[in-house]
């Protein structure tokens, strides 16, 4: 059992920066596979980053690439998601994945979800 808990999101002007962070109050996240989803209201849920076991098995979705960057701290039982160059586009409820499965996590049929922390970026 896998209890996930998001923060850090909130208002960020175009340009700007906002980092996120998906703890575990229950559960080991280093025995997981992460990721980062996104939705806006009436629309699906969008995949952003999956986050495997190797340092460098970090997956990004095209509109994102270069501009955000997922870790782990396994130290912190944490993962975050770094937010730069914002645009107002990215605006979302920005939601944490966990399974043991990485497909599972990449096709967003993850087994574990936080509760989402909004992103809001205005002009």
């Known amino acids: 059992q896998v209890q996930l808990v998001e923060s850090g999101g909130g208002l960020s002007q175009t340009g700007g920066s906002l980092r996120l962070s998906c703890t575990a109050s229950?559960?080991?996240?280093?025995?997981?596979?992460m990721g980062w989803f996104r939705q806006v209201p009436g629309n699906e849920r969008e995949f952003v980053v999956s986050?495997?076991?190797?340092?460098?098995?970090?997956f990004y979705a095209d509109f994102v690439k270069g501009r955000f960057t997922a870790s782990r701290d396994i130290a912190k039982n944490t993962v975050f998601l770094q937010m730069n160059g914002l645009k107002t586009e990215d605006t979302a409820v920005y939601y944490c994945?966990?399974?043991?499965?990485?497909?599972?996590?990449?096709?967003?049929?993850?087994?574990?979800w936080g509760q989402g922390t909004q992103v809001t970026v205005s002009s």
């Open positions: 229950e559960g080991t996240l280093s025995n997981y596979a």
């Open positions: 994945a966990a399974d043991r499965s990485l497909t599972n996590v990449r096709i967003g049929a993850a087994m574990y």
């Open positions: 986050v495997g076991w190797s340092p460098g098995n970090v």
